[in-house]
């Protein structure tokens, strides 16, 4: 039976003026998926939308006290977070074939790296459990994602597990691949390997999550759409 009364409205009014904080890495696909957020392309219908940019061990850590509405998150940190967080329907990171990649700077095979120092972007990124699994007999260093390329140069550590640009980069470091571990875990499982999602607080009530999970989703079509503004 039809009451006349828009649930979706209702919702909708009920998150107008309300200030959602939005946290993410600021590497390039998290640029993407927002870009069309942080512009203020969408009508939000009220919706106060704060970007907050952090790397993605600093948002798995603050997490834990559910520092965020809504956050980015490490698979391997959300199985410990399951219980504040919802993963959202949209924004999921896969890597097809390819993911955080292992790098020295001279060649290296996994028997090479037993009892090496490895420097890893953090405890609860998924970097580090894949990493676990295809060599559990390493001793990891945390190091911010964006240092890991000049502490191997550097020789401050063995090798580095490198994530975002990190990935397309080290060679131009001089650097060499050991193993890309999402191409190992291919190999492996079939399956892509399911780096991050996005999650939002339980204790937000349902109706009002609707919105900001419909905004990241309209947010990631619209950088589809206009491929190339998003990308630059």
Known sequence: MRT????????SRAMANTIIRI???????????FYALTQGLLDTEGLEIRHVLQDIETLN????????????????GYARL??????????????D?????VVSRTPKGRADLVGCRVAIP???TTANLVLRLWQPEVRTEIVPFDKIL???????????????????????LGLRAVEDLGAWWKEETGGPLPLGGNGIRRDIDPAPKVR?????????????????EAID
Do not use: K, N, W
């Open 122 to 124: 953090g405890e609860l």
């Open 61 to 76: 850590q603050a997490a834990f006290q559910g520092t965020y509405e809504i956050t980015a998150l490490s698979f391997h």
């Open 23 to 33: 946290a993410h890495s600021p590497d390039s696909d998290d640029a993407f998926m």
């Open 150 to 172: 000049d502490a191997v140069v550097e020789g401050q550590v063995d090798a580095g597990v490198v994530i975002h640009e990190g990935q397309l980069t080290y060679g131009d």
């Open 212 to 228: 900001p999970c419909r905004l990241l989703t309209e947010s990631i079509a619209y950088g589809l759409v206009h491929r190339a």
């Open 4 to 11: 006349g009364v828009d649930t979706s409205v209702i919702a």
């Open 97 to 101: 074939g390819y993911g955080p990649v």
């Open 82 to 95: 399951a219980d504040r967080y919802q993963l959202m329907p949209s924004g999921a990171s896969f890597g």
